[in-house]
């Protein structure tokens, strides 16, 4: 007889000082009475980019495939799958709907790959309204931020290039 899949609930959430600034995620995975934190902080930038990280860290984590329950208080991430954005990007090659290029498209196609495993719920939750989950996530999201040990967000820089000067 299989083993049932885990039941986890992750709570997710990212941080720029400035926008594009210095910036970090903090993610909070909860198994019955085990709770695993999370975090890491970047050079440069975006606070989306650091809400869509905060859900692949937590998704990348599971080692198995999960019943997942995904709370983030970023509309940008919740309505991307709730509303079958991703979808449509994918299907018509990472264009939106208005013709223009998706952004962020390492992280949305690094989240699609993390989630394909998982039976996921998402759901918003919002923002410094006293959940004491997305609280803490928030300053796990601050202090790598905030902190000294801050990595280089690649994808951000590779997307960022400014143009050769033809002078």
Not at 66 to 86: E, M, P, Q, R
Request: charged letters at 25%.
């Amino acid at each position: 007889m299989p083993t049932p899949a885990p039941v986890i609930t992750i709570y997710t959430d990212g941080s720029s000082r400035g926008n594009p600034g210095p910036g970090g995620f903090g993610t909070l995975l909860i198994c019955g009475p085990k709770r695993k934190e999370v975090s890491a902080g970047y050079v440069r930038t975006t606070n989306n980019r650091m809400e869509l990280l905060a859900a692949i860290a937590g998704l990348e984590v599971l080692k198995r495939p999960s019943i997942v329950t995904l709370h983030s208080d970023s509309k940008y991430l919740i309505d991307a799958l709730n509303k079958g954005w991703l979808k449509g990007w994918k299907r018509r090659g990472w264009i939106k709907s208005d013709k223009q290029p998706v952004k962020n498209i390492d992280l949305w196609k690094r989240l699609d790959v993390a989630a394909a495993n998982h039976e996921i719920t998402w759901k918003w939750v919002r923002g410094h309204a006293g959940n004491p989950n997305n609280e803490r996530c928030d300053e796990l999201a601050t202090n790598a931020a905030d902190s000294s040990k801050l990595r280089p967000d690649r994808g951000f820089e590779q997307q960022n290039v400014p143009p050769e000067n033809s002078a």
